[in-house]
């Protein structure tokens, strides 16, 4: 697990622990949230935990996964990875966040921390990410990083319960 904390604005990203399994629940857990993830919608706080416990675990030098506290109240809101992705020269970055924090530009601001982080640390110039056709919003998060739709692909769940079209974006920034 890595320690790197980056302060934004409004929000401290910051590495995820077992501890935080109450409030990664309150989005992996909500249908509203997870049906444009790639994770099935999680039934209890135990499922969570063990996801937790494998994100500790990780101690790859390029694959970061933060929590997404907000700075006014401390309240851990979203998550968010960012690290080496199957193209060529690319990294992939994603991010969720609970509901009733859609549309004030969190995600936006904590993917450009992420990217800068990249950036700054690795010389990385080259970033990817993708999200379902009807999640429109992430579409707008992913532009205001600075990389632009390049096609469609395929998005499907983890466990292949559910298939649907993605649309795919690139930048090199």
């Known amino acids: 697990m890595h320690n790197i904390r980056i302060e934004t604005e409004r929000l401290l990203l910051r590495p995820l622990t077992v501890a935080d399994a109450e409030e990664v629940f309150q989005w992996a857990g909500d249908e509203r949230v997870s049906k444009y993830m790639v994770y099935h919608t999680y039934t209890s706080v135990e499922q969570v935990k063990e996801w937790l416990a494998s994100v500790e675990q990780n101690e790859s030098p390029y694959e970061f996964e933060f929590g997404f506290e907000r700075l006014s109240d401390g309240k851990l809101i979203g998550s968010g990875s960012i690290g080496t992705d199957k193209k060529n020269g690319y990294w992939g970055f994603g991010y969720n966040l609970r509901f009733d924090c859609w549309g004030m530009g969190y995600a936006t601001e904590a993917a450009k921390a992420m990217i800068n982080y990249a950036r700054e640390n690795f010389g990385i110039r080259k970033f990817a990410s993708s999200h379902c056709e009807p ?38 920034i």
């Open 135 to 172: 999640n429109k919003a992430s579409g707008r998060v992913m532009e205001k990083c600075g990389l632009h739709f390049v096609g469609y692909g395929e998005f499907e769940k983890l466990d292949g319960s559910c298939k649907m079209r993605s649309m795919e974006y690139e930048g090199e």
